[in-house]
């Protein structure tokens, strides 16, 4: 990942340079001791990811970028950037990565949780499911990501099918 990241630095430069630190450093960015992410943050995040996304490099850190801010949007209920974010996040990453690597599971199970969350259950259900497929064939049985994807598609179900204990899983 350093040098397409070396790449797109020297061919974005200035500000849009500073956006590829927010890529290079992003868990540090990321972890804000007063639970935010300044503006400032998010936006260079997403230059970077669009600079990333022109120029062919440095896509999987793009995609983790775009899927840390879609997270933060999900903890604060902006449901619809959120949305955008995990949408371009599993585009990019699909392009980046391939059809079956762990990571897009991830990113498909998080655009999930929020189908889930705005009871978009239909749209959830193949997305929760493509995931489950993609860590059962990666992962061991008893890895925790497939275990928990397991658990989140039940869960759907029975909230689909009016099971009023359902959501707490």
Do not use: C, M
Not at 7 to 26: N, S, T
Not at 128 to 152: G, S
């Amino acid at each position: 990942a350093v040098a397409p990241l070396h790449q797109l630095a020297q061919v974005l430069g200035g500000e849009l340079g500073h956006a590829v630190d927010v890529l290079r450093h992003r868990h540090e960015v990321f972890v804000d001791p007063h639970g935010g992410l300044p503006g400032r943050w998010r936006q260079r995040a997403a230059v970077g990811a669009q600079g990333a996304e022109r120029l062919g490099a440095g896509l999987e850190i793009a995609a983790t970028v775009l899927n840390e801010t879609a997270l933060y949007h999900k903890a604060r209920a902006a449901w619809a950037e959120a949305e955008r974010l995990d949408e371009r996040a599993l585009a990019i990453g699909e392009k980046a990565l391939g059809p079956d690597h762990p990571a897009l599971a991830v990113w498909l199970s998080n655009l999930a949780g929020l189908y889930r969350a705005t009871g978009r259950y239909a749209e959830a259900e193949p997305l929760y499911t493509r995931a489950l497929a993609i860590f059962e064939k990666a992962l061991p049985a008893d890895h925790p990501n497939v275990a928990i994807v397991r658990r989140h598609l039940a869960s759907l179900l029975a909230e689909r099918d009016g099971d009023p204990g359902a959501r707490h899983a």
